[in-house]
């Protein structure tokens, strides 16, 4: 059974720091990139961040660049979201993907369940 598990999301105040996990198994996690996503109420939802868990290249959006940082554990098939310097706007419940494709921007093909990660001001 596919399985990605999210953790690590929660309550915290504009400038503070979460990281986020995304634990995977009953697939080949080297044949895939780990990408998250997030959804605020109201908007569609959007691409953050993601990883290439056998080159280990990385893509980030612009509203994140430079203060998110993606890593994968390969041994532990679990990726993490580091994320600092959080602010409102990054209120939003984060999911973590699985994309077999060979591009960003290729269906993904397992979801985890979310987390959900609220940044007070």
């Known amino acids: 059974e596919v399985q990605l598990v999210e953790s690590g999301g929660g309550l915290v105040l504009a400038g503070g720091s979460l990281r986020l996990s995304c634990a995977a198994s009953?697939?080949?996690?080297?044949?895939?990139?780990i990408a998250w996503f997030r959804q605020a109420p109201g908007k569609d939802r959007e691409g953050v961040s993601a990883?290439?868990?056998?080159?280990?290249?990385?893509y980030y959006a612009d509203s994140v660049k430079g203060r998110f940082t993606i890593s994968s554990d390969n041994a532990k098939n679990t990726v993490y979201l580091q994320m600092n310097s959080l602010k409102p706007e990054d209120t939003a419940v984060y999911y973590c993907?699985?994309?077999?494709?060979?591009?960003?921007?290729?269906?993904?093909?397992?979801w985890g369940q979310g987390t959900q990660v609220t940044v007070s001001s």
């Open positions: 993907a699985a994309i077999g494709g060979s591009s960003w921007s290729d269906p993904v093909d397992y």
């Open positions: 009953g697939f080949t996690f080297d044949d895939y990139a």
């Open positions: 990883i290439s868990v056998s080159e280990g290249s990385t």
